[in-house]
């Protein structure tokens, strides 16, 4: 249990840096740089997206760290599928429940959205991006990266 809550504190620490910059960049973006909502808000996610995974492939899954572009690929569609989330309750807070509200909507999107999405990426980035497993290829199937294939396979 005590691996599990390094892994959250770890995972919440990247979150937090993540959301700063995302929050500041788009700040940032809107006022002084003067670009519209939807392309600043496209460019802070993206750089948040990119602190998050920094700080996830840096941190808590150091030891576990896949490597190339198809990791950071599936690390963002599991962001924006939490951002999805996090819209879709506010979608459903607004528009189908009636509740219209600058409360309401900082409720739905942000606190209730912002939990379940929350989940979603902890439990995507631990089982789709930074998957546990052997190391040094040790049991079939998996990746051995003495001879750069698989185990108990042709390749390897």
Not at 145 to 150: A, F, L, N, S
Request: hydrophobic share 45%.
């Amino acid at each position: 249990m005590p691996g599990t809550r390094r892994e959250l504190a770890g995972f919440a620490a990247a979150g937090l840096l993540a959301y700063a910059v995302d929050l500041g960049l788009f700040t940032l973006l809107r006022g002084p740089a003067g670009l519209d909502p939807l392309t600043a808000k496209t460019l802070s996610f993206l750089a948040g997206c990119s602190v998050a995974y920094a700080g996830n492939a840096l941190g808590p899954y150091r030891h576990r760290r896949p490597r190339g572009l198809r990791p950071y690929a599936v690390f963002f569609a599991v962001n924006a599928a939490g951002a999805a989330v996090q819209l879709l309750c506010l979608a459903i807070s607004h528009y189908g429940l009636g509740l219209t509200s600058q409360r309401a909507d900082t409720v739905s999107g942000a606190v209730v959205g912002m939990f379940l999405a929350t989940l979603l990426r902890f439990w995507g980035t631990r089982t789709l991006v930074f998957r546990a497993g052997p190391t040094t290829g040790g049991a079939a199937g998996s990746w051995n990266e003495g001879t750069g294939g698989r185990v108990g396979s042709w390749t390897g």
